[in-house]
Nanobody, 122 residues
């Protein structure tokens, strides 16, 4: 089970930190991803991380502004979002899978968290 939280309303240029707490799964075994879906658009992968090899993928749209981190002791993954823009407005989802390919291709993902709404006003 994954539980995403931390969304809200923020002005452009502001920051938010999203959290994704895992329960009932061996957190260290899973690759993680953050996705978002804006109104009228398809869900897109914005960040993926392979913990075992410390490899991280960031979509161009968020590169340099968003950072993923984790607290293994709390089985929690964070998405620090800085310099937010109105186009970042979306519902954000975290996901976990033992296959990084599933995360990168957004297919057959083992676990999805419920979305958390992020709204960036101009």
């Amino acid at each position: 089970q994954l539980q995403a939280s931390g969304g809200g309303l923020v002005q452009a240029g502001g920051s938010l930190r999203l959290s994704c707490a895992a329960s009932g799964l061996t957190f260290a075994r899973y690759h993680m991803g953050w996705f978002r879906q804006a109104p009228g658009k398809e869900r897109e992968l914005i960040v993926a991380v392979r913990w075992f090899v410390c490899a991280t993928y960031y979509a161009d749209s968020v590169k340099g502004r968003f950072t993923i981190a984790r607290d293994a002791a709390k089985d929690t993954v964070y998405l620090q979002m800085n310099s937010l823009k109105p186009e970042d407005t979306a519902v954000y989802y975290c996901a976990a899978d033992t296959s990084i390919s599933n995360i990168l291709n957004s297919t057959d993902i083992d676990y999805w968290g419920k979305g958390t709404q992020v709204t960036v006003s101009s």
